[in-house]
């Protein structure tokens, strides 16, 4: 298995070193291809050295199976078989990988008709579609003249007219 393809399948962005290399950036470290079917996961934390923490990280991942490469003050790298999960989980978690979101299509959708007419009211397009409240569960229409549509005495509507999202502007009252 390849970084990138290692990258792809737990969602994590790639990027380039300074070496030209890829590697799975991380918030205390980074996720490497150290070669012959194994990763090196370098944790290195900013700021002030914390030996203590480098210690505790060190021996927990050491006990789940990690091969010691290099071990400093404060940081230091351990290598892992890409092939094991638990490794994995463990090694995203000590750098601090973060994972990229997958959308639904219906989620997608929405943040893109959102997105455009916020587009279109910035070049004064006032756009023919009636406004949606996103309240807790789902979509309610939303009408500026009478409220929310199929709801008779919104003040009696739990939590009130003025909670949830507004999309495409209003407050809500």
Known sequence: MTIRE????YRC????DGCGEQIIPGKVGQIYDYGSGRFGALFMPSGKPRPNLWGRVRRKLMAAGFQLLQNGDAEGCLLFDPSDQRKIQLALK??????KRVLTPERRAAQIEVLERSRNAR???I???PLYRRPLYGLEPFDPANGYLGMENPEAHKGGPSRGFL???G???
């Open 6 to 9: 290692f990258a792809e399948q």
């Open 94 to 99: 000590l750098v601090g990988a973060r994972r």
């Open 127 to 129: 756009s023919p579609q």
């Open 167 to 169: 999309v495409g502007g």
């Open 123 to 125: 070049k004064g397009i």
């Open 171 to 173: 407050n809500g009252n």
């Open 13 to 16: 962005r790639l990027k380039r």
